[in-house]
């Protein structure tokens, strides 16, 4: 059986001028056949010679053999370049002469030429091989990673009902649930992350938060360069809700009184009347 958009070894059955046809056996139909072009044929081979290719339909909607490697296999999820937008979608580089389709509908985010679009490979209702940048059924379950590993990550849809959904090594499935998904976390943005839990399917949890230790540091430094940019006073304490200290900083409450906390130890900044300043 002829599998698109998968490498098969297949034996040469016919040659032809403008290539050799081939199939898994020499009495197979018509429709089992698949044509190998001329520029293609590896030199010197014939009638019964066994030749890998891969099988993908060419601009007649025809279904055609290369030798040539792709970039992506049939349900695999890879980084591509978008060589083009058009009317009916972009397409994207991905290997071979007849561009891979991207279509609107399966698109996520604004993308322009040029762009690099982690996407899978599928087959449509029509047959045809499309690219579709909806990877999570395309994510494996299979991370080599364990509780605490350092890994990195690239955003691929954002939830405000679970969270940020992140493919690690641009591969396996991981998710930063929706209580550590504090920040602002932009489609296809690539993160370092560290790994908090593995899930029984094979899914893991991530955090782009360091341990609390490591993460007071970076936050008292963004505290008090955002301080320093506004004039040397903040319009609230550690007291502030929650609420608020999330849509300013993006960190939560217990975050912000140990980064705070950390500024006060160093004499950076002194606290009054619901405010903080740096110190003078």
């Not at 364990?146 to 679970?162: A, H, I, M, P």
């Not at 938060?209 to 970076?218: D, L």
């Not at 007291?239 to 009184?257: H, M, Q, R, T, Y």
Request: aromatic residues 8%.
């Amino acid at each position: 059986m002829l599998k698109l958009g998968e490498k098969q070894t297949l034996k040469i059955i016919k040659t032809m001028e403008f290539g050799v046809y081939l199939s898994e056996e020499p009495s197979a139909r018509k429709e089992q056949q698949v044509l190998l072009p001329i520029r293609q044929v590896p030199e010197n081979a014939g009638i019964g010679d066994e030749v890998e290719v891969f099988l993908y339909k060419d601009s007649n909607d025809r279904m055609i053999a290369t030798v040539h490697d792709p970039l992506i296999m049939l349900h695999e999820v890879k980084l591509l370049k978008v060589r083009d937008i058009t009317r009916v979608g972009a397409f994207l580089d991905w290997g071979l002469e007849k561009d891979l389709l991207l279509p609107y509908h399966e698109q996520r985010g604004k993308i322009h030429k040029g762009d690099e679009v982690l996407a899978a490979l599928y087959i449509d209702k029509s047959g045809r091989m499309a690219a579709t940048m909806n990877v999570y059924p395309y994510l494996k379950k299979n991370a080599p990673y364990e509780v605490g590993d350092e890994v990195t990550g690239r955003v691929y849809e954002v939830s405000r009902n679970f969270g940020v959904f992140i493919a690690v090594d641009d591969q396996y499935s991981a998710m930063i649930p929706k209580r550590d998904a504090q920040g602002k976390f932009e489609f296809g943005q690539v993160l370092s992350l560290r790994v908090t839990a593995v899930k029984s399917d094979g899914k893991l949890d991530v955090t782009a938060k360091k341990k609390a230790y490591q993460q007071i540091g970076p936050d008292a430094k963004m505290i008090l360069e955002y301080i320093q940019e506004n004039g040397g006073e903040l319009e609230f304490d550690d007291k502030a809700a929650p609420e608020l200290i999330n849509d300013v900083f993006g960190l939560s409450k217990a975050a912000f009184k140990r980064a705070v906390g950390n500024l006060l130890k160093e004499k950076k900044v002194v606290k009054e009347d619901g405010k903080i300043f740096l110190a003078s």
